[in-house]
């Protein structure tokens, strides 16, 4: 049986094309899988799970209830735009929520699955706002505001993060939007040597880290994307024996 992960599909009503995609690929492809990870950043952004009131939203998330009906052992992990996914969310999909990071212990091999910005630690004022947005008091507050207001709030954070986005793409700044090596030499270590999925940099790859001379990989998930470009939508799928990269166009 298989396993398939994604992650940073940012699923919004500005992107009809990958929603078909993966409503299409919930539908068919994705029946034939033992389990589907989705590891952060299903949607553009999650401000509540009052969220599900939206039409988009509840066709996606009657999909995933399907999926999870159909007998598919479905996993999400809340990523940094849907840290806000909650037990109405879960309920409505049939999805367990997943702690980040989670280790995925498999008959013949050992995982540990993250969303990947916890280990973007350079960006300090980004780790400062994550910090901050996942304390009890801050989703208390932030939840207790009306949707619209929160719908707003989304909005802005998000064009901020596009404009340091940009900013830090500049120059010799690239390095904060990627993984800290030292943070992720001692997650791996901490982890056993586990082989390491996540997503969040957009920067889909196959890395191999030597940790205590003990060879260990590293896949970065591919974002899904379209816009300018080609589309992309991909998945990563685990057969038993090895991963590999399967695409959805
Ligand atoms: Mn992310």
Same mark, same amino acid.
């Given at each position: 049986?298989?396993?398939?992960?994604?992650?940073?599909?940012?699923?919004?009503?500005? *992107?009809?094309?990958?929603?078909?995609?993966?409503?299409?690929?919930?539908?068919?492809?994705?029946?034939?899988?033992?389990?589907?990870?989705?590891?952060?950043?299903?949607?553009? #952004?999650?401000?509540?799970?009052?969220?599900? @009131?939206?039409?988009?939203?509840? !066709?996606?998330?009657?999909?995933?209830?399907?999926?999870?009906?159909?007998?598919?052992?479905?996993?999400?992990?809340?990523?940094?735009?849907?840290?806000?996914?909650?037990?109405?969310?879960?309920?409505?999909?049939?999805?367990?929520?997943?702690?980040?990071?989670?280790?995925?212990?498999?008959?013949?091999?050992?995982?540990?699955?993250?969303?990947?910005?916890?280990?973007?630690?350079?960006?300090?004022?980004?780790?400062?706002?994550?910090?901050?947005?996942?304390?009890?008091?801050?989703?208390?507050?932030?939840? !207790?505001?009306?949707?619209?207001?929160?719908?707003?709030?989304?909005?802005?954070?998000? &064009?901020?993060? @596009?404009?340091?986005?940009?900013?830090?793409?500049?120059?010799?700044?690239? #390095?904060?939007?990627?993984?800290?090596?030292?943070?992720?030499?001692?997650?791996?270590?901490?982890?056993? #040597?586990?082989?390491?999925?996540?997503?969040? *940099?957009?920067?889909?790859?196959?890395?191999?880290?030597?940790?205590?001379?003990?060879?260990?990989?590293?896949?970065?998930?591919?974002?899904?994307?379209?816009?300018?470009?080609?589309?992309?939508? &991909?998945?990563?799928?685990?057969?038993?024996?090895?991963?590999?990269?399967?695409?959805?166009?």
């Amino acid at each position: 049986r298989l396993i398939f992960f994604v992650s940073d599909l940012h699923l919004s009503a500005q *992107t009809p094309t990958l929603t078909r995609i993966f409503l299409d690929f919930l539908g068919s492809r994705a029946r034939a899988a033992e389990a589907l990870y989705i590891l952060g950043d299903l949607f553009e #952004y999650w401000v509540g799970d009052d969220d599900l @009131e939206d039409p988009a939203n509840a !066709a996606i998330a009657g999909a995933l209830r399907e999926l999870s009906d159909s007998g598919v052992e479905l996993n999400i992990m809340r990523g940094n735009r849907d840290f806000l996914f909650g037990e109405r969310f879960a309920a409505a999909t049939g999805a367990r929520l997943l702690t980040d990071p989670h280790v995925l212990s498999l008959p013949a091999w050992q995982f540990v699955l993250s969303h990947g910005d916890m280990l973007c630690t350079d960006d300090a004022e980004y780790q400062a706002f994550r910090t901050q947005s996942r304390a009890a008091e801050w989703q208390t507050a932030f939840l !207790a505001k009306p949707l619209a207001e929160r719908r707003a709030i989304a909005r802005a954070l998000r &064009e901020q993060s @596009e404009a340091g986005k940009h900013e830090k793409a500049q120059g010799n700044n690239a #390095y904060l939007m990627d993984l800290n090596p030292g943070a992720t030499e001692d997650f791996l270590r901490d982890h056993g #040597y586990a082989t390491f999925i996540h997503g969040h *940099t957009h920067r889909p790859a196959t890395h191999d880290h030597i940790v205590d001379g003990i060879s260990v990989e590293r896949w970065v998930l591919s974002d899904w994307h379209e816009g300018d470009g080609p589309v992309r939508a &991909e998945c990563l799928v685990w057969d038993g024996e090895q991963l590999s990269r399967e695409k959805l166009t």
